[in-house]
């Protein structure tokens, strides 16, 4: 008991360190996804945008997903419409610059 009364300081210090560290791994949510907004061109579905953005998630799914981060009620989008899509998907979208030996001129 006298080793608790005596270092009463630096138990209540390492304890509150050990409080804000819970608190911070608990806080830190795994949630949060960087978005970006893609403009709607004539001619784009959700369909075409997935074939271009979804790499191997299923393109059925990654829609649901667009649509209820969009609050979409139906997959209708129209051009000029922006919708968000998360970031790291964006590594999916095809390079025009890029000319491979296959493609015709």
Request: proline content about 4%.
């Amino acid at each position: 008991m006298t080793f608790f009364q005596r270092n009463s300081y630096l138990i209540l210090f390492f304890s509150l360190i050990l409080t804000f560290s819970f608190y911070t791994v608990l806080s830190l949510k795994g949630d949060d996804v960087q978005v970006s907004h893609v403009e709607i061109k004539e001619g784009d579905t959700l369909w075409t945008l997935a074939e271009a953005f979804s790499g191997n998630t299923p393109h059925q799914q990654w829609i649901e997903q667009i649509m209820k981060e969009n609050d979409l009620s139906t997959p209708h989008i129209v051009a000029g419409q922006s919708i968000k899509i998360p970031s790291d998907q964006l590594k999916y979208t095809p390079d025009d610059t890029v000319k491979l030996a296959g493609d015709a001129e």
